[in-house]
């Protein structure tokens, strides 16, 4: 996805414009950002308390796919998720905090963002996503994949970093520590990615920002 050139600047700043800007001007020179201790400590704090304290019968294995596609498939990815519909007074924290993000982003990118799906995530020890991409090129469905992490006591050694390719042929990559309040925004379509096999459990926030693909005959996103 061509991001747009025509970058603004403007007045009346809030205290999240800076983070903000700097994620614009990160998606437009590099199609990625990485940003450690972005959240507020309010927001990431009332995340964090929420996950670690959710029942597991909350939590159900992460699939792959959609609709007729969608499976479970051990080899590709093991973790377990819960969606977020903002019934919780964090999930509610998280999405007014995500639309601030797509109304901004939208003002200096013009990128038509419509809709927004995010789920917690937890990855057990051992558990893994190996390299994939978010959306396909063509379908413009997901189109800005952002993954929050709320790890404070991670260190070297305890696993479970993403790895963002730059394109196919990398194999090296970028890794991002999922340590507490970082946050990595990449376009979905652009980015191969993984996360590591983790040695301890290890929680994070995932989301997508979609464009509207509705047609007589279909709603989105798809449910």
Known sequence: MKLSTKLKTGSGHSPSDSLFESIANDLL????????????LDIADILH??????????FSDASIGRQQTNQLNEDVRRDEIAWING???AGIKWLQWTQALQSYLNRRLFLGLFSFESHFAHYGKGN?????????????NRVLSLVLYLNPQW??????ELVIYENSADKQGIRVNPEYGT????????FEHEVLPT?????????????????????????
């Open 87 to 89: 019934e919780s007074p």
């Open 183 to 190: 946050l990595a925004v990449f376009l979905s379509e652009e």
């Open 199 to 223: 040695h301890t459990d290890r929680y994070s926030v995932a989301g997508w920002f979609r464009v509207n693909t509705s047609t007589g005959e279909r709603a989105d996103p798809p449910q």
């Open 29 to 40: 020179v590099r199609g990625f950002s990485i940003q450690h201790k972005a959240l507020e």
């Open 128 to 140: 893994f996503y190996k390299r994939h991409i978010d959306a396909f090129k063509g379908e413009a």
């Open 155 to 160: 260190q070297q050694g305890d696993g479970g």
């Open 49 to 58: 308390h929420h996950i670690t304290n959710m029942p597991s019968t909350k």
